[in-house]
C-alpha cells in the first residue's frame, strides 16, 4: 500500500517507516512540523506526531479523502468530537496504544471493575522516556476511563522506557496488580499495520483499535 506518515521524523514515525518497508508498503506523503513532501496522493494516512498538529492533521484528511490511523495522545473532548465527524466521510481508527497487550489489559481492567466497591483504592503508575512531553499518558487517561472510580495517577519520566504501566487494586486485606511493559516501540507499530491493512477496505466510521483486533 501507499500511505503518507505525519510525524515521520519522530521516534513513531520513524518505527512505522521500518516495519512497513519490512512489510512492503511505500511512503508516498511525509510530514513534519515544517515539511512536507508528497510523492505520490496515498492511499491512508497515519499520524504519530503532537496535539499541535492535530487541526491540520483533520484538514489534510479531509482534502484527500482517505482514511486516517490516529496514535498521537493529548486529544481532548472536542477533538474527538472532531474526529467523529471527520468519520462520516472517511474511516478513523484510534487509540492512546496501538500494542496487543495493553489492549487485553483493558479488558482485564473492565472484568475487575465489576467486582470493586468504595472500599478499594485505585493507582496507575506509568513510566515513560525522558522526551515523552506529556503527562499523564494518554493510555493512563484511556484505562483510568475504564474504571467507575477516578483513580490516583502517578508518572515517571525516565531515561529510555518505551512505555510501562502499572495498576495496583487494594483493599484492607488484599493486593491486585496488572502490568503491561513495552520492551520496544514495535509494540505500537505492529498495531499500526494491522490496523492499516483493515482501513483500506473499510466503510467511513469511527473506530478504536480494540474493534479492530476483535
Ligand atoms: N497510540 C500509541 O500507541 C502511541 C502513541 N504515541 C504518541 O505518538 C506521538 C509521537 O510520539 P513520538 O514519536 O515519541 O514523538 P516525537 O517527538 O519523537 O515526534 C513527534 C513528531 O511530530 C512532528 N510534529 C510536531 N509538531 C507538529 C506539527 N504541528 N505538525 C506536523 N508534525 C508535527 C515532529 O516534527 P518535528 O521533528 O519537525 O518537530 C515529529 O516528527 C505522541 O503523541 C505520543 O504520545 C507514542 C507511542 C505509541
Ligand atoms: O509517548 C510514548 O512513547 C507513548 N505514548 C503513548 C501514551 O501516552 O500512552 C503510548 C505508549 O505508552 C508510548
Do not use: C
Amino acid at each position: 500500500m501507499k500511505y503518507g506518515i505525519i510525524g515521520y521524523s519522530g521516534r513513531m514515525g520513524q518505527a512505522i517507516e521500518e516495519l512497513f518497508a519490512e512489510a512492503g508498503h511505500q511512503l508516498v506523503y511525509k510530514k513534519d512540523e515544517k515539511t512536507t513532501k508528497e510523492i505520490e496522493k496515498p492511499e491512508l494516512i497515519i499520524d504519530f506526531s503532537l496535539k499541535e498538529a492535530f487541526a491540520e492533521t483533520v484538514a489534510i484528511v479531509k482534502a484527500k479523502e482517505v482514511p486516517l490511523i490516529i496514535g498521537t495522545t493529548g486529544l481532548e473532548a472536542a477533538d474527538f468530537a472532531k474526529l467523529k465527524e471527520l468519520a462520516a466521510e472517511v474511516a478513523v481508527i484510534q487509540s492512546f496504544n496501538f500494542s496487543i497487550g495493553i489492549n487485553i489489559l483493558s479488558e482485564l481492567i473492565q472484568k475487575v471493575n465489576n467486582y470493586l466497591d468504595q472500599d478499594w483504592d485505585i493507582e496507575i503508575s506509568e513510566t515513560h522516556h525522558r522526551f515523552k512531553k506529556d503527562k499523564p499518558s494518554g493510555t493512563a487517561i484511556m484505562l483510568s476511563e475504564l474504571l467507575d472510580q477516578n483513580p490516583e495517577m502517578h508518572s515517571k519520566r525516565l531515561g529510555s522506557e518505551f512505555g510501562e504501566h502499572e495498576i495496583d487494586f487494594a483493599s484492607t486485606g488484599e493486593l491486585l496488580t496488572l502490568k503491561h511493559r513495552a520492551y520496544s516501540r514495535e509494540a505500537f507499530s505492529k498495531g499500526v499495520l494491522i490496523s492499516a491493512q483493515k482501513i483500506i477496505n473499510m466503510e467511513p466510521g469511527f473506530y478504536k483499535f480494540s474493534q479492530i483486533l476483535k
